[in-house]
């Protein structure tokens, strides 16, 4: 498996928008993605490839000093190949550069492997939002990761 992990581009919008279809029960549209990548100067995203195809992507918007991780998505045939964590950690290691100290996401409840992905890194759960997905009411864990 050759990995590589680079910066999104506009042409990569359609395919992270698919992405987002197949990982997600209430998925961002393409235009929300085109905004996202084309538009926000706050916004930055990568995505993942294996033979110049995209198995996975992650965003984050940079709000003052902090890093709020919006997404991470990886196909579910390529799950379980470090692909989320390589992700996330270009994500952070990006930001960090830049000067960003702190990071954040939400997470279901009952995403076990994505929660487990991000306590790996360091992220730690400082609470909850109750009825937070609009699909089915389920709640997110907020989590922070502080260097």
């Known amino acids: 498996m050759n ?4 910066q999104a581009e506009a042409g990569d919008v359609k395919t992270i928008a698919e992405l987002d279809k197949i990982c997600f029960s209430a998925p961002w549209s393409e235009s929300s993605f085109e905004k ?3 538009e926000n100067q706050l916004a930055f995203y990568i995505v993942a490839e294996i033979d110049h195809c995209i198995v996975g ?3 984050l918007w940079r709000i003052i000093d902090e890093g709020h991780i919006t997404n991470v998505a990886v196909h579910p045939d ?3 190949k470090g692909i ?4 996330v950690s270009v994500l952070l290691d990006h930001t960090q550069r830049e000067g960003i100290r702190s990071h954040t996401l939400e997470v279901r409840a ?4 994505a929660i487990s992905l991000y306590t790996k890194l360091g992220f730690v759960n ?6 937070y997905y609009e699909d089915n009411g389920e709640d997110a864990i907020i989590m922070w990761r502080t260097e």
Do not use: D, H, P, T
Not at 3 to 6: F, G, K, Q, S, T
Not at 84 to 87: C, D, R, Y
Not at 126 to 131: D, F, I, M, P, T
């Open 3 to 6: 990995l590589m992990v680079r």
């Open 36 to 38: 996202e990548i084309k």
């Open 57 to 59: 992507y992650a965003g």
């Open 78 to 80: 390529f799950r379980q």
């Open 84 to 87: 989320g964590e390589a992700l």
């Open 110 to 113: 009952s995403n076990f492997a």
């Open 126 to 131: 400082v609470g909850y939002r109750k009825n």
